[in-house]
């Protein structure tokens, strides 16, 4: 299958994804939307893969936002009428299998936005991130608010957001906005090793952890820690749990069976 705006590539059991609009900063616009639900769905949908890695294409940007040129002429009423950019829910968040954002550059607005739909970012020590939507009039409009709040805290998010002022990669760091940061010429050997470490894993388990996290960061302790327990029980009913256990005992690696 081929996509007009992504390039993917299947490297064993991880799945490459690489945002390819070069020429325009790798902004994101509708068909990228539409290219990367596809991606994704047929992502979840192919047990052979278990982990992605979505990527910039070139050195120089993530994705450097929405793509402005597409916006320009649009008015209130077809953004509202279009519900324009909401099927990044459904299409990119809702994927349930484990996906890393290797962040190559500059992730401004609705870039800075996507990596934040990642389970987790990795960085080059060259990526800037940034929610400057408002030196164009408007806000964050794909979860910048939200996301970038929980994830650095108010005083960041607010200061980011009413100035439009970049963040480097150490500083996201330094936030917790990223989970590590590597030198750029390594970035995605380092990402798809990560990803080949947990395609290792077994692929229920690798779900369900990143299930329960995410419901860390959306709902209250009480709901989060019963969530976490059931999710829990509901593993030791797999034969994964019984291998991996068994595994253990016998001193010998485990053979995953995937349910
Ligand atoms: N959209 C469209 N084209 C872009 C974008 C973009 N977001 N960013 C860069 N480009 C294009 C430029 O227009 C330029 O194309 P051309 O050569 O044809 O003019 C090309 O990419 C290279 O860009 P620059 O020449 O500007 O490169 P510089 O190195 O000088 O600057 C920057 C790099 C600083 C990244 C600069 O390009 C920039 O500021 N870009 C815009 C960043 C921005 O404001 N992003 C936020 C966009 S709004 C958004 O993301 C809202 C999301 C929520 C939408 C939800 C709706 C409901």
Redesign the pocket.
């Known amino acids: 299958m081929t996509y007009e705006t992504i390039l993917v590539e299947q490297r064993g059991a991880v799945t490459l994804i690489t945002l390819n609009r070069p020429?325009?900063?790798n902004?994101?616009n509708s068909q990228v939307l539409k290219d990367l639900t596809a991606v994704f769905t047929a992502y979840d949908a192919d047990p052979s893969q278990r982990c992605a890695v979505l990527t910039g294409s070139g050195d120089?940007?993530f994705a450097?936002?929405?793509?402005?040129?597409?916006?320009v002429e649009k008015e209130a009423a077809d953004?509202f009428l279009e519900d324009?950019?909401?099927g990044w829910q459904s299409g990119v968040v809702a994927t349930r299998k484990p996906w890393i954002a290797a962040v190559n550059g500059?992730a401004?607005?609705?870039?800075c936005?996507l990596a934040m739909m990642a389970d987790f970012i990795i960085a080059s020590d060259t990526a800037k991130f940034g929610q400057?939507?408002i030196?164009?009039g408007?806000a964050?409009?794909?979860g910048?608010s939200q996301r970038l709040t929980r994830a650095v805290g108010k005083a960041k998010a607010m200061e980011m957001c009413l100035t439009g002022r970049m963040m480097g990669a150490e500083e996201a760091e330094r936030s917790g906005l990223v989970a590590r940061i590597v030198p750029a010429a390594e970035l995605l050997d380092d990402a798809l090793k990560t990803a080949e470490t947990i395609a290792s894993m077994p692929p229920m388990a690798a779900m369900i952890n990143k299930e329960m996290v995410n419901v860390a960061f959306e709902t209250g302790l009480a709901q989060g820690l019963l969530t976490e327990r059931r999710l829990f029980q509901i593993l030791t009913a797999t034969q994964d749990k019984i291998e991996g256990m068994t595994a253990f005992v016998e001193k010998r690696p485990a053979q995953w069976k995937g349910r």
């Open positions: 020429q325009a900063l902004a994101l120089k940007a450097a936002g929405a793509d402005i040129k597409e916006m953004f324009f950019f909401s500059f401004l607005g609705g870039g936005e400057p939507e030196k164009l408007v964050p409009g794909m910048g």
